[in-house]
């Protein structure tokens, strides 16, 4: 698939431009959106993927020192173009200047991938009025401000455009992460109508559960058992299919909300 970049973009072998993908949630080497950036520049993209050091601080498996700059440094070494950019989404303000420094730096946008979250377990009755609005703000709001960037700035060839969310159907036991993503669903599948004149495609995949270094041995067997394929997905198995929803072949779905799970039942 070729779309439009900036004139100062690399060219691919066969001499097109490059389309640039921005990616969110990049921030460890085990996680999904770095296996989907890989992925995008192996079949010709450039990508800006964005972090944010932070929630991986708080989280049980904690930073992994350095994964962002390597990934650029991958991303370079297989002929594309890269930044690493750590952005708080929480934050209003940094969607709009999140777009405004990849312009500057790579070109315009093509293709929109969302693998940032905020994901604290808790239920209806632990669940804390501040965690909730935090889960809204990052998994809902950034998603919608995103997209509106992205709809608002969008200068590819019309069919040439790509939004690709992330979701979940969590609910019990882990309620604002699910009720948020959920919300994260309905703004991914509202743009594939209000963005169609654009020749822009949105979808939102469910991967499942997905081994990124969060799971036990205890779950990773529970979650195989339950599968029809018998084991747990892994980041590689999402990063193919944004790639191939990315692609001129995949150009004909379009606001779905797609179950790659493996046949979890």
Known sequence: MSGETHPTGQRGADGAARPLALVTGAGRSAGIAASVVLDLVRAGWDAAFTHWTPYDERMPWGVDPGAPEELRKQVESLGGR??????????????????????????????????????????????????????????????WLL?????????????????????????????????????????????????????????????GPTDTGWMSEEQKADTARVTSLGRVGMPQDCANLVTFLCSAEGGWINGQLLRSNGGLG
């Open 82 to 143: 890269a930044r690493a950019i750590e952005a708080d989404l929480s934050d209003p303000t940094v969607p709009a200047r999140l777009f405004d420094r990849v312009e500057r730096e790579l070109g315009n946008v093509t293709a929109l991938v969302l693998c940032h979250c905020e994901s604290v377990d808790s239920g209806l009755l632990d669940t804390t009025v501040e965690s909730f609005d935090l889960h809204f703000a990052v998994n809902a709001r950034a998603t």
């Open 147 to 207: 997209i509106r960037e992205y709809g608002l700035r969008f200068r590819g060839r019309h069919g040439s455009g790509r939004i690709v969310s992330l979701t979940s159907d969590h609910t019990a036991g882990n309620l604002p992460y699910g009720a948020s993503k959920g919300a994260m669903d309905r703004v991914t599948l509202a743009a594939a109508r209000e963005l169609a004149h654009l020749g822009v495609t949105c979808n939102a995949i469910n991967p």
